[in-house]
C-alpha cells in the first residue's frame, strides 16, 4: 500500500467540505483586501508586514506542522531574502520581481546544504542545527561591516514593479495601495501554492514522516529527500517574506538573523495555530498588531508576550484558530 492509494479518500473528503469550510479564509482575505480602507496608513503598512510574516510561517509550518521538525534557526531565510533586496536595490536593480526570483534562487542555494546536515537529525538536534547555523549568518552579517554594513546594515530602496507605475507616489502611498495588494496577490498564490502541497500525495508523506518515520519508510516514503525539500520550500518562503517584511523599515540589518526573530516567528506560529492550515497567517496578524499596541504602552513587552505564550500553550493548544474552527477542518 503506497503513500499515493491514501490520497484517494482525502480527496474524497476534500471535496464533501461544506461551504462553510471555506468561510473562514475568504472572510480573512476580504478583511485584509478592505483593510486599508477602513485603517490609517499606519496600520495599512502593520498589514504589510503581517503579510510577509504569514509567507515566512507558511514555509515554516510545512517543517513544523507537517514534517514534525521544529526550525529555531528560520530567521536566517528572512535575512537572506532582505540581504538580496538590500544588495539588489543599491546596484540598482529596483524591480520587485527580480528582487523576489533573486531571493528565491538566493535561499535555494543556501538551504540545500544546510539542509543537508540538518535534516540527518531531528527532535532537539534538528532545532539546535538550525539556530546555529543562523546565528552563524548573524555573526557574519554583525562582524563583516565592508559587506554587510554590520551593527548598522544596509538600506534597502524602494522598489518598483514590472506591473504598475510607482514613480509619482510616495512611500506610504506606494506601501498602502499598489504595493499591499500586490503583496496580497502573492500572500494568496503561495497560499494556495502551500495548500495544494500539502493537499498532494507528498503532504500525505510528510504527515506519515511526522507520525511514525518507520511506518512511512514500510509505505516506501523516502524520509531525508522529502525533509531535504520540504526544507528547500520552507526557505524560499523565508527569503520572499523577509523581503516584503523588510521593505517597509527599508534596511536590512542582523537582528534579522538572530534567535529572538526566529523565536518570534515561532510564537506566531503557536499563536495562530501550527495544527491548522491557516493559523500561520492568523497569527501572524495578531502577533503584528499585539506587538505595536503593546511597544506603545509598555517597555516590558517581551513579558507579555511570555505570558500569553504560557496560557496559549496551556489552555489553547490548538491556538486562535482552534478556538474560530474548533472543527479543524482545515488541519494539519
Known sequence: MSVASLDRPITAAVRQRSPWAYAVPVLGFSFIAAFPLIAGPHYAILMFSAMGFAICLLGLNLVFGYTGLLSFGHAMFVAIGAYTAAYLTAAR??????ILLTAAAVAVAAAVPVGLLCIRYVRIYFSMLTLAFSMLLYSFLYKFYPITGGDEGLRIKMPASLLFDVSRMDTVGILTGPFYYYVLAMLIALTYLMWRITASPFGLGLRAIRDNQQKAEYLGVRIQRNRLIVFVISGVYGALGGVIVSIPVGLADPS????????????MLLLGGYTNFFGPILG????????DQLMSYTEYWRLTFGIVLAVIVIFLPNGLMGVLDPRRRWST
Open 284 to 291: 501572524s496578524v495578531v502577533f503584528t498588531f499585539f506587538q
Open 256 to 267: 534579522l538573523a538572530y534567535w529572538l526573530q526566529s523565536g518570534n516567528l515561532v510564537f
Open 93 to 98: 536593480i529596483l524591480h520587485l520581481e527580480v
